[in-house]
């Protein structure tokens, strides 16, 4: 019973880290004149690159909302061979995060009146490892490459889910991160 409160508690504290939606942006920049985007090469990133993390069908759902969102913001895709006025780039971080749960256990009970009577009180600590997906979206002028828009947000990895509960989650994700595009 109190490993289930513990490990209740764990997930309720690590619930915290989701959804930590980070925008930055050139203030200088017009952003009503941007109309057109393209995809940056490689339009999809890796942190860590490593070959557990890439996925074709992955990059396929990042790609499509990303597509989705930009199209939903006003911006259309640049003509087939033709550099938008937004060049897209996202990037997928993988991150090992640990947290430290305490869970007491026992205690004594009345007063310092009456005296304490009970069991001992004891602590126990341990250390809780889980993975953090991070997206993150960055929007570069297209004529001279700097970032103007920068987004990402990050979401506890679960390996319990299916591919339509992985593109559901990729997909409000990208919603989150681009709701605040454009800057006002």
């Not at 690159?49 to 759902?61: A, N, Y």
């Not at 009146?113 to 929007?139: C, F, H, K």
């Amino acid at each position: 019973m109190f490993r289930r409160l513990a490990l209740l508690a764990v997930a309720v504290l690590l619930s915290a880290c989701a959804n930590q939606v980070n925008h930055d942006f050139d203030a200088s920049r017009d952003f009503a004149a941007y109309r057109s985007w393209s995809w940056k090469d490689p339009a999809l990133q890796y942190r860590p690159d490593d070959p557990r993390i890439k996925s074709d069908l992955t990059e396929q759902r990042i790609r499509q909302s990303v597509a989705d969102q930009l199209d939903q913001r006003g911006l259309r895709p640049a003509a087939a061979g033709k550099k938008g006025d937004l060049s897209v780039q996202t990037y997928l971080i993988v991150e090992q995060r640990q947290q430290q749960v305490t869970t007491h256990y026992g205690g004594g009970w009345g007063g310092p009146w009456n005296g304490y009577w009970g069991g001992p009180m004891y602590n126990e600590t341990r250390n809780v490892s889980y993975n953090v997906a991070i997206i993150q979206i960055d929007l570069l002028d297209g004529k001279d490459g700097k970032l103007v828009w920068r987004g990402s947000d990050e979401q506890m990895l679960s390996s319990t889910r299916n591919p339509s509960d992985r593109a559901n989650a990729i997909r409000e994700t990208i919603g989150r991160i681009l709701a605040n595009y454009p800057p006002k």
